[in-house]
């Protein structure tokens, strides 16, 4: 589990297929402080298990469905946000975030606005359903708030600090961006789905 508030951006440092999978050695120095083999780390958005660590990088492994579902930014000199796991006692400071990406929007605009500037982003259609205004979303791994929705589309505004502590400032008109939507939405709809009867014992 996660909050979306970013600890640090990393550099992809080496970026190697092996039989479907892609192997990614990131540097990066305050995640590493602690980390250990089997912890998982969020990079951009994606919930990853170290498998080797140095002391100013590590390294986790994108399996093929991975690299199926999530936005194709996974390039040697790539920036990444990273988050290590929410420890217990910790200040929740975004909401929760399981990295576990939900699908992949595109930038269709950025528009400057006074001291900052709204990103407005298509999700995938099947995803609009949760997707409120003043709701929470992650955005390549950041906790953001939605700002307005219109069907599928939807915008939040970036300050100067999110600009500065993640790599959304970098994004472009047609980027993909890792989406996962409210966890407590998905449950509301689970928990508003009928009941199935139960089947009759014999």
Known sequence: MFTGIVEEVGTIREATPSNGNLRLWIEAHTVTQDARIGDSIAVNG??????AREPHGFAVELARETLE???????????????????????????FVTGHVDGVGRVQARRNVPGAYDLVIQAPPELAR???????I???????????VEGATFS??????????????????????????DLIARYLERLLQPTPPAEAQP
């Open 46 to 51: 994606v919930c990853l298990t170290v498998v």
């Open 69 to 95: 579902r999530t936005a194709p930014r996974w390039a040697a000199g790539r920036r990444v946000n990273l988050e290590r796991a929410l420890a217990l006692g910790d200040r929740l400071g975004g909401h």
């Open 130 to 136: 949760y997707i409120a205004r003043k709701g929470s």
């Open 138 to 148: 992650a955005i390549d791994g950041v906790s953001l708030t939605v700002v307005q």
């Open 156 to 181: 939040v505004t970036l300050i100067p600090h999110t600009l500065k502590a993640t790599t959304l400032g970098e994004l472009q008109e047609g980027d993909a961006v890792n989406l996962e939507v």
